[in-house]
């Protein structure tokens, strides 16, 4: 069962407004031809934002928004007219509407701290999504969303079980959700799940990659006497840790803060780092090139 609660409403109008997405090899006239097509159809460009890896032979990048009057009833045609711009410039694209709001699963475990930002954001407005449900292998949670009129599934999950977890977390979220959201849900993803979700899984990890993969990354930095620790959000592949990266922040330590000080820093990064990814990726500001991202943030 899907939530129909979503967060306020933006001050702005969507309603009439879309997004577009594209990636290309670099070439003279790639913004004229896009700006020209959308000005030839009537649309009004109210933000644009583009880089190039290299003018010489990279590739080329760019995000704009526009308004289109009735947007609703022309945005196929308007799609199928781009086609052929899209070739010419031999583009990997995307449009959707703004007022579209992507659905999200939130996977949890014990720790509440990811959870409740998202919360916090979605009930502020400051996400612009909504939160279709919440799925954990533990109950802990139950208490925080379901009063906020958000479904929340128990699926524990042991080594025994996984397989059958998983199962039953698929069968829950395939075709009811956009994005999958892991908010320290400290399991890993089977390969078989990641199919369903190219690009579309943003996991949190403690720790400023690829320093400290894996399990337990407060203990290496400790252990490593580092003085700067950091969290990544990233999207998942089945390289554990290894997926493109979307944004990362850190803070200084010291030789004073034990392995505990160093996860209590760490909560205050990886809280507000997750945030941000999850609100760039539903505002269609990322852009997945190979194992790299480009964030228009």
Known sequence: MVSNVTSKSK?????????MLVSCPDRPGIVAAVSRFLCEHGANIVQSDQYTMDPEGGLFFIRIE???????????????DFATVAAEFSMKWSI??????????IFVSKEDHCLLELLWHWQSGDLDAEIAMVISNHDDMRGLVEPLGIPYHHIPVTPD???????????????????VILARYMQIISPKFIEH??????????????????????????????KIIGATAHYVTEEL????????????????????DLKRIGRHIERTVLARAVNWHVEDRVIVHQNKTVVFS
């Open 11 to 19: 001050s702005t109008n969507l309603t009439n407004r879309a997004r």
């Open 66 to 80: 526009f308004d289109l009057d009735n947007l609703d009833a022309r945005r196929e045609q308007l799609k199928a």
């Open 96 to 105: 959707t509407r703004a007022s579209r709001k992507k659905r999200l699963a």
């Open 161 to 179: 079980t996984k397989a059958e977890a998983e199962k039953r977390q698929l069968e829950l979220v395939s075709g009811q959700v956009d994005v």
């Open 197 to 226: 979700f190219p690009n579309k899984i943003i996991n949190i990890h403690h720790s400023f990659l690829p320093a400290f993969v894996g399990g337990k990354p407060y203990a290496q930095a400790y252990n490593r006497g580092v």
């Open 241 to 260: 840790d290894g997926g493109p990266i979307i944004e990362q922040d850190v803070q200084r330590v010291s030789h004073r803060d034990n392995v505990e």
